[in-house]
């Protein structure tokens, strides 16, 4: 399809184990984006990619969070020694530039991640 | 901290009259302001946004309104129709250079009735 594809739709996991979320972006969209939405709340920035970099990743919550764009088209979320508190609904978004110029973000239908 | 809030969880309004939502901000440096709608199972969708050097913006039966003094922006949307049912939500962002992080409320959701 034309829009932004995320991969597992559904993830369960139990407490500790290793986890990859998968982004495909709108092609040709140089900006993507990470965002999390815990139940009953707006989604939460969490890293910003330019191309192959991390231009931000301020919202990160700790070290076990790490994304990765190698390419500059598709990108992964991995989350290390999951926990409890990591359950929300992972979306990822793309943009033709950035917000700062004038881009759009273009939200994928997201990654549900539940720990048991 | 909620720099954003919208403080109705949800709104139901008859269909064909006006629904407006609203939303409060707490930091003073956002001077950028965006609704999103979501349907279940979707992802947000941009509907409109306002820059602080205005007070109002329309766009078809949306109208997004800016009062900085209060820090305080409402979604209008006149006539409602069924197909608005959906979770609003209310987005801010300071425009300085590189910053593209977007600071979401925790949403409205509204329906309308038939």
């Known amino acids: 399809g034309a829009g932004v594809s995320q991969t597992p739709s559904n993830k369960v996991t139990e407490k500790g184990k290793y986890v990859e979320l998968r982004c495909d972006p709108i092609?040709?969209?140089?900006?993507l984006y990470w965002y999390r939405q815990s139940l009953g709340q707006g989604p939460e920035f969490l890293i910003y990619?330019?191309?192959?970099?991390?231009?931000?990743d301020s919202g990160l919550p700790n070290d076990r969070f790490f994304a990765v764009r190698p390419e500059g088209s598709v990108s992964t979320l991995k989350i290390q020694r999951t926990e409890r508190g990591d359950s929300a609904v992972y979306l990822c978004?793309?943009?033709?530039?950035?917000?700062?110029?004038?881009?759009?973000?273009?939200f994928g239908e997201g990654s549900r991640l539940t720990v048991l | 901290d909620q720099q954003v809030k919208q403080n109705s969880p949800s709104l139901s309004v008859q269909e064909g009259r006006i629904s407006i939502l609203n939303c409060d901000y707490t930091?003073?440096?956002?001077?950028?302001f965006l609704w999103y709608k979501k349907y279940p199972a979707e992802g947000p969708t941009f509907l409109i946004s306002?820059?602080?050097?205005?007070d109002k913006n329309e766009d078809g039966r949306f109208t997004v309104f800016l009062n900085k003094s209060a820090k305080h922006l409402s979604l209008h949307i006149v006539p409602s129709q069924p197909g608005d049912s959906a979770v609003y939500f209310c987005?801010?962002?300071?425009?300085?250079?590189?910053?593209?992080?977007?600071?979401f409320g925790t949403g409205t959701r509204l329906t309308i009735i038939p």
């Open positions: 978004a793309s943009s033709l530039r950035p917000l700062g110029d004038g881009g759009e973000l273009f």
């Open positions: 092609s040709g969209h140089t900006a």
């Open positions: 990619f330019q191309g192959t970099g991390a231009a931000d």
């Open positions: 930091n003073s440096m956002f001077d950028y």
């Open positions: 306002i820059s602080s050097i205005k």
């Open positions: 987005a801010a962002r300071r425009t300085n250079f590189g910053n593209e992080k977007l600071t």
